[in-house]
């Protein structure tokens, strides 16, 4: 059995939910591997991070979004509001001010040292219901999915643009 990873970096935009497309690059990183028959996980390392699975819609919004991640922002909003106010989430609270006020990048996190910029309980709970992981079968060297079916990397966090990982992992023979 052989084991294949290759890590990719993505990038978000903040202010919204920011959805990327990786199937060029999961189908490259299968082919790559020359693993014939297995396995492929995408994983998100980041806490506001999913991996999914979905059918590209054709149909983009005027903020680049295709309609389905437009139904999927309407859906979330209902059960997961946007954090937008100190009393809105009981995340994120005085001690996790106080770990991240004492990280040697605190101001990164909290620029002048403005506590709402942690407000992105929201994308983490989105994260946690969507899942940070997608597994996927590799048949005859290939993605093993309908011609329809893409995979999206999203970062839910709206607090500012990121630089975001996306590991791919191939096993099998």
């Known amino acids: 059995m052989a084991v294949y990873k ?4 993505v990038q978000s935009h903040g202010k919204t939910p920011t959805y990327i497309d ?3 690059d999961v189908r490259r990183v299968i082919e790559e591997s020359g693993i014939q028959n297995g396995i492929c996980v995408v994983i998100s ?10 059918e590209y819609s054709h149909d983009i919004n005027e903020n680049g979004d295709e309609f389905l991640q437009v139904d999927l922002n309407n859906v979330l909003a209902k059960i997961i509001p946007d954090h937008n106010t100190k009393d809105q ?9 106080k770990a991240v ?10 620029p002048g040292g403005d506590r709402t910029a942690l407000f992105n309980g929201d994308a983490h709970l989105k994260a946690t219901l ?12 290939k993605l ?10 999203a970062d839910f966090d ?3 643009p990121r630089t975001r990982k996306c590991k791919i992992i191939v096993i099998g023979e």
């Open 101 to 110: 006020e004492s990280w040697p990048d605190a101001e990164a996190y909290l």
């Open 130 to 141: 969507i899942g940070s992981s997608a597994t996927f079968e590799v048949d005859e060297g």
């Open 45 to 54: 390392p980041h806490t506001t991070c999913s991996v999914f699975f979905e």
């Open 6 to 9: 290759e890590t990719i970096k």
């Open 22 to 24: 990786v199937t060029k």
């Open 158 to 160: 709206r607090t500012r």
């Open 144 to 153: 093993g999915v309908g011609t329809t079916g893409y995979v999206y990397f």
């Open 89 to 97: 989430y009981t995340y994120p609270g005085e001690e996790h001010y």
